[in-house]
């Protein structure tokens, strides 16, 4: 039995050593309650079919909350699910909401009945005073960085300052089954994630960090990661998914990492994500040492093939500079993996078939690049495309529950002329089929009659993307429906 709950929701992209990571925002929430002395109990809807009999067993009169963590789109339809089922068998327990979307409209998710209170922004330093707060029964105004509900108004309590990463502590991982997060399906060696930093400088219009409060970005020393990475490495784990948003901010810290482990000789595999400007500013000769490492696989936001919307977006990259970045990779031996995106208001046929062409078009060039499908365009409250979103006459959610399908696979797009959103749809399922061998490495439950389907399906997508044709294609319908299934079960 428990004094706080911390509830993981599913994300709808929780596909087992794929996608399913270790459930950092509540491992780390739980560290320093449990140094406080708290009993903590972490469940990860994800890997429990039982989670509501879980949810049950831990409840006595001595839990003082309920934590649940969303990031805007499908996590919140599971955790607003996790939240009615709390309040049925604990209908005067408060129920606290935290995470990316709580964190960006915590007035209207106060609007809805099963959120009381709302950590706004990082929880680490927040989040234990209002536990503490709530046991004591002592007034909510004075923890800085929550919104909760008071005469029927929302009432927020001012931003938190930001946490000091060094300051944090060691995570609480006898909380988790470790060994069932571990992603093997695009690197050599099973990995762990772990973040070193948060925020992003960069200013892209569509990102959370390109607006939000949350931008500014932070970081851990290269001592307290060096000695992180040690301690992984203890547990016997090869692998490290370094979860930073831009782990290549500071170029002089990464060169610094890099230094630490080259000099203690450590082996282990690495894989981060990186802005595809930081990239054009490298070397060949850094991005071999990065290798010598262990660096084997790098994300890089190319987003769009076409120069106008790269500008629209602020991505500060040409396409064709894309294409010198992925020749300096694959002289270093790195595996890029490149994410793209398509719905941008204001975005053409045109340049949604310039983003098919670049992804055909990389995927030729380098064959160990993997290739993201082309993920719908989703406005966030603060980022730029959100008010061009708006200026076409586009309504924003108005209840907590209306973001559920405000996300990568499901976005209506509606501010997009309707010949270009039939489209966009369209070609995001058909971008899919890039890369025959990335494909089956992260679907591995694919049969071989369906794997040889794919194969013959991915060279006719990319005959289609040379000849500019996407006329009669009754599949996509049945492939739309086919990846519902897929990213919500
Ligand atoms: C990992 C990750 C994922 C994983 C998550 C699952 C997992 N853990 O296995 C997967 C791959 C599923 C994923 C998917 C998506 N993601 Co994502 N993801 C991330 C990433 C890289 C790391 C999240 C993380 O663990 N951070 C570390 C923890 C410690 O930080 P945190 O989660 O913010 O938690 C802190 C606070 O928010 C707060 N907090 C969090 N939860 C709670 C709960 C309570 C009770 C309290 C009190 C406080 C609290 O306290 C924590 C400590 O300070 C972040 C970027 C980042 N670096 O954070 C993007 C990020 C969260 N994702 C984002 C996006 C856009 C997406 C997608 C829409 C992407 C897409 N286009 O495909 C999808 C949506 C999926 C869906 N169906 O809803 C955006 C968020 C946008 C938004 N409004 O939600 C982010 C910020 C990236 C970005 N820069 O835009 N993602
Ligand atoms: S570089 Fe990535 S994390 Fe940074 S603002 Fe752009 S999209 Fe967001």
């Known amino acids: 039995m428990a004094n706080v709950i911390l509830f993981y929701p599913r994300t709808g992209m929780d596909i087992s050593g794929t996608f399913r990571y270790v459930p950092l925002s509540v491992l780390t929430l739980a560290a320093p309650l449990v140094k406080e002395g708290y009993s903590v109990a ?73 959120v009381d209170l709302v950590v706004v922004n990082e ?75 948060r925020g992003c400088p960069a200013r892209c219009s569509f990102c959370y960090y390109g607006s ?47 230094d630490g482990l080259s000099n203690a000789g450590i082996q282990a595999t690495f894989k981060a994500q990186c802005r595809a400007e930081d990239l054009l500013h490298f070397d060949v000769d850094f991005l071999k040492k990065l290798r010598s490492v262990g660096f084997e696989k790098l994300f890089v936001g190319i987003e769009s093939g076409s120069d106008r919307i790269l500008k629209l977006i602020n991505k ?13 990779l694959r002289e270093a031996g790195i595996v890029p993996f490149y994410s793209f995106m398509c719905g941008i208001p204001g975005e053409t046929v045109d340049d949604i078939h310039a983003s098919l062409t670049a992804m055909k078009v990389l995927a030729e060039k380098n064959p160990s690049a993997e290739i993201g499908h082309l993920s719908l365009c ?34 209506e797009t509606s501010w997009l002329e309707s010949h270009v959103k039939k489209f966009a749809k369209k070609a995001s399922i058909l971008s899919y089929f890039m890369n025959y061998k990335m494909l089956v490495s992260y679907y591995p439950q694919l049969k071989a009659p369906v794997k040889f389907m794919v194969y013959l399906y991915c060279k006719i997508i990319k005959l289609r993307i040379s000849a500019k ?17 897929m990213y919500s079960a």
């Open 42 to 114: 972490l469940i990860d809807q994800r890997l429990d079919p039982n989670w509501r009999e879980k949810v049950r067993k831990e409840v006595d009169s001595n839990t003082i909350c309920f934590g649940i963590s969303s990031m805007t789109g499908l996590q919140l339809q599971f955790g607003l699910e996790a939240a009615m089922e709390f309040r049925k068998i604990a209908p005067k327990i408060p129920i606290v909401w935290g995470g990316a979307h709580p964190s960006l409209v915590w007035e209207q998710c106060l609007g809805n009945p099963y």
């Open 123 to 197: 929880g680490d330093e927040t989040f234990p005073r209002l536990v503490k707060s709530l046991e004591d029964k002592s007034a909510l105004n004075t923890v800085a960085g929550i919104a909760y509900k008071e005469g029927g108004k929302a009432r927020f309590t001012g931003m938190p300052r930001f946490v000091d990463l060094d300051s944090l502590r060691p995570l609480p991982y006898h909380l988790i089954p470790l060994n069932e997060y571990l992603t093997s399906s695009d690197t050599s060696e099973k990995s762990i994630n772990i973040e070193t930093s």
């Open 212 to 258: 939000s409060s949350m931008a500014r970005w932070r970081y851990m020393s290269s001592e307290k990661i060096l000695g992180m990475i040690h301690e992984i490495l203890e547990k016997g784990i090869k692998g490290i998914w370094l979860y930073d948003s831009n782990f290549f901010a500071s170029h002089r810290r990464v060169k610094d990492i890099v």
């Open 316 to 328: 500060k990259i040409t396409i064709n500079q894309a294409y010198e970045v992925d020749a300096k």
């Open 378 to 411: 989703s406005p966030y409250p603060g980022t730029e495309i959100f008010e061009h979103c708006r200026k076409t006459g586009w309504e924003p959610p108005a209840k907590m529950e209306d973001w559920i399908n405000n996300t990568w696979n499901s976005n």
């Open 469 to 485: 044709f996407y006329q009669f294609m009754p599949e996509i319908p049945l492939l739309i429906f086919l990846r519902k299934k």
